[in-house]
């Protein structure tokens, strides 16, 4: 069974500071990783993209990626109440299916 | 431009009937995929299409079915409703179906409540 784990939150942090949430994935013969946002009563919309290892930076987001330790991590630099939302980490399995964590519900207290 | 259309944008039907949503991709998309969220879960598989074909299924029984059009578009049936078929179902599109297909564009999905 390909499962995608993700802690479910909330995870709580202060305007101005860096939130961190992180995904773990069963797959090993997976090689793209993904990070959506989802705002309450809206649908998914994709923010990152990672497929090597290592760190890719857009903007205030960093995704990080530990293929070794079957890892995905997302920094969010100078955290905005706006950021507020469920970030969801999804795999592209080895058949070409996107497999969903259940998302971290990300607070952003001003 | 257009981005992923869903229709109806909600619906309320009753147990043991049957229910058609609707979706277009956005154009130039040939891949279309279905999914169905509850509160408070990651969105779950339930059929992927591209170029009219099936490729791929999740774990849904077999009142759940789906097809696309030669436009692209494509239709998601349930039949024979279950209360536990409420839910928000999400239609995504992308370019491809293999590499390309973690890149997702979503519409703004339909509610479907069974009573």
């Known amino acids: 069974q390909k499962e995608v784990e993700q802690n479910s939150g909330p995870l709580s942090v202060p305007e101005g500071a860096i939130a961190s949430l992180n995904c773990t994935y069963s797959?090993?013969?997976?090689?793209?990783f993904f990070w959506y946002r989802q705002y309450s009563g809206k649908s998914p919309e994709l923010i990152m993209s990672?497929?090597s290892n290592g760190d890719k930076e857009d903007g205030r987001f960093t995704a990080q990626l530990n293929k070794a330790s079957q890892y995905v991590s997302l920094l969010i630099r100078d955290s905005q109440p706006s950021d507020s939302a469920t970030y969801l980490c999804?795999?592209?399995?080895?058949?070409?299916?996107?497999?969903w964590g259940a998302g971290t519900k990300l607070i952003i207290k001003p | 431009d257009a981005g992923v259309t869903q229709s109806p944008t909600h619906l309320i039907k009753t147990r043991g009937q049957h229910v058609t949503l609707r979706c277009s991709p956005i154009?130039?998309?040939?891949?279309v995929s279905w999914y169905q969220q509850v509160l408070g879960q990651g969105p779950q598989f339930i059929f992927q299409?591209?170029?009219?074909?099936?490729?791929g299924r999740g774990n849904f029984p077999d009142r759940f079915s789906a097809r696309q059009f030669p436009n692209y578009s494509s239709e998601l049936n349930v039949n024979a409703l279950l209360l536990g078929d409420s839910a928000l179902y999400l239609c995504a599109s992308s370019l491809k179906w293999t590499s390309g297909n973690g890149e997702q564009f979503f519409g703004p999905g339909t509610r479907l409540t069974v009573l």
């Open positions: 999804a795999v592209l399995s080895s058949n070409y299916q996107l497999i």
């Open positions: 990672i497929y």
């Open positions: 797959d090993r013969g997976s090689q793209s």
């Open positions: 154009s130039g998309h040939k891949s």
């Open positions: 299409y591209y170029e009219k074909e099936e490729r």
